[in-house]
């Protein structure tokens, strides 16, 4: 059975039932070329609900192209991006909003000496009275804002303190609050713990639990596969444009998925070359054949 609600924002949204196993995005066979240059190839991704999808790869691997095709930012070249079953071509990220995709930046496009409830709202600031005379309702804003940031977990003593005397992982944390309350039934997360210590980089995973736990379907872009493991339910990691791996977590070790996502099978394929060489220890790489793992298949289950 499947419900439909209205957002805090006044936009519908669809509550989708445990039973109801229909991805809320998917990509089938999707790639995305610029002129000559294919920055994304044969991708397929699926996101559902209450799950965590993290998505890994090194720099250049395309994982900044794949946020901004689901994200509304750049429209796909080849294959398919799907919302809840239907093929869709996002022309801006405000239709993407509109769907229940939101997407948090590493920047967290924060005003940093503008308040913590003023972030909150920023760009949908509440308001009272009669037109023409509208004025912020200040109060009401406050007032929600500490709701929904407890409703998270999030205590702040001070919602007027400027959002940049926030330490790294309390203004992840904001953000993600504002994306559950505005709506979001799809939240991407760009890198949230790159530039972060390990305890802040624990508070933010705590977070990414909790949209989780809240019925969110979560893309969690990241290149530590520690962090990916803590929190993942599904695993993909891109190399070149392609993806190299897609396991579910009972399928992939966290030694393994780090042997994925450090190039192992590079580094195996090139080990006795790499004995020869002084000072070189070949022992722990692994062989090629111990990284055979699933990888992304068509819906259909044929290999891209």
């Not at 250049?60 to 930012?73: P, V």
Request: glycine letters at 10%; hydrophobic letters at 40%; a negative charge.
């Amino acid at each position: 059975m499947t419900t439909n609600e209205t957002s805090p924002n006044g936009t519908l949204t669809k509550d989708s039932s445990p039973e109801d196993n229909t991805p809320i995005v998917e990509l089938r066979d999707t790639g995305k070329s610029y002129g000559n240059i294919r920055a994304l190839h044969g991708v397929n991704l699926a996101v559902r609900s209450g799950q965590v999808t993290c998505v890994l790869g090194d720099n250049g691997a395309g994982k900044s192209t794949l946020i901004k095709i689901i994200s509304g930012l750049h429209q796909h070249t080849e294959g398919e991006l799907l919302v809840d079953g239907s093929p869709v071509h996002f022309g801006t990220p405000r239709e993407a909003l509109d769907a229940g995709i939101a997407t948090v930046y590493q920047d967290l496009a924060t005003v940093p000496l503008m308040p913590v409830w003023r972030n909150f709202f920023l760009g949908s600031e509440m308001t009272k009275g009669p037109w023409p005379v509208r004025r912020l309702d200040i109060e009401k804003m406050k007032q929600t804002a500490d709701a929904e940031l407890r409703n998270m977990g999030i205590v702040l003593d001070d919602l007027d303190q400027p959002i940049g005397t926030l330490s790294g992982g309390q203004r992840q944390s904001v953000a993600i609050a504002r994306a559950v309350y505005f709506g979001a039934r799809v939240l991407i997360l760009d890198e949230p713990t790159a530039a972060l210590g390990v305890k802040q980089s624990g508070v933010v995973l705590k977070y990414i639990a909790a949209a989780r736990d809240k019925g969110l379907g979560v893309i969690f872009i990241t290149h530590n596969p520690h962090h990916a493991y803590m929190v993942g339910d599904h695993f993909s990691v891109l190399r070149l444009g392609t993806m190299e791996l897609s396991a579910a977590r009972s399928e992939v070790s966290l030694e393994e998925l780090t042997n994925h996502m450090a190039g192992g099978a590079e580094l195996a394929a090139l080990k006795h070359e790499l004995a020869q060489v002084r000072g070189v220890d070949v022992e722990e790489l692994p062989e090629a054949e111990d990284l055979q793992a699933p990888v992304a298949t068509t819906p259909e289950g044929t290999k891209p």
